[in-house]
């Protein structure tokens, strides 16, 4: 298994949790291509600054934001929109019913029932985002949620799987984001002037490696695996190829 850290964290004034997914190995050689996905927590604290750089020097030409109407009315859609980036609001919750929708099955991980609900609940969503991704011509896309690790964190884990992405690199990537938690808490909280959570409540928000490990063993388990149920939910043979195309580099 690789160093899936190495070099491919953003350092962004707005931002904690941002890291390019290129530079990712991929199984029978080669790496993930830099500058085409990019995953990061909410953007509405982006500086002047922050917005020129995701321009100019990292090419971003659209945003997936995966969040609610409701936390987009209470947090906003993020400066990116004012600058003109193409932004498709694709929410990975209904927008009615439990906060945090869950399938049935009381063997499993709470975080998992969740992320399998993902799909259930909003599978036309959760493939229109992988679709976008490779339907962009060039540039970057931005996939974000909330803090960039939970509904992020699963549309990034098939997009991974289509490309080729190892299975346990695919779930090191994902728990990456647990190092950056403390930091989007203190943002928040200086942001909000509240205090900051004690620290058993910042861990039980750091993503855990098994959950994704048993997200995609589910997959399989159930549907033959991540790329069996993009097919089996509409995306085409020719969009798979597509967005491996897109995302495969030397």
Known sequence: MTDVGQDRWLQFDGLSNARDIGGLPLTGGGH?????LLRTE???HLTPGDVRRLLDEHGVRQVLDLRTDRERVEYGRGKLVAAGVDTHLLSFIPEEGRALPEVEDEDLDPMLRNYLAYLTDRGPTVVDGVRRIAQLDDG????HCAAGKDRTGVLVALVESVAGV?????VEDY??????IEQMFRRWTTESGEEMPEPDEIDR???RAEVMRGFLEQLDERHGGPVAWLQANGLTDAELD?????LRGE
């Open 32 to 36: 993930v291509r830099p500058g085409v």
């Open 42 to 44: 909410a953007l509405e």
């Open 140 to 143: 970057a896309t931005i996939v």
């Open 166 to 170: 190892p299975r346990e690199d695919v």
């Open 175 to 180: 728990a990456l984001s647990a190092t950056r």
């Open 205 to 207: 928000h750091r993503p």
């Open 242 to 246: 597509r967005l491996r195309e897109r």
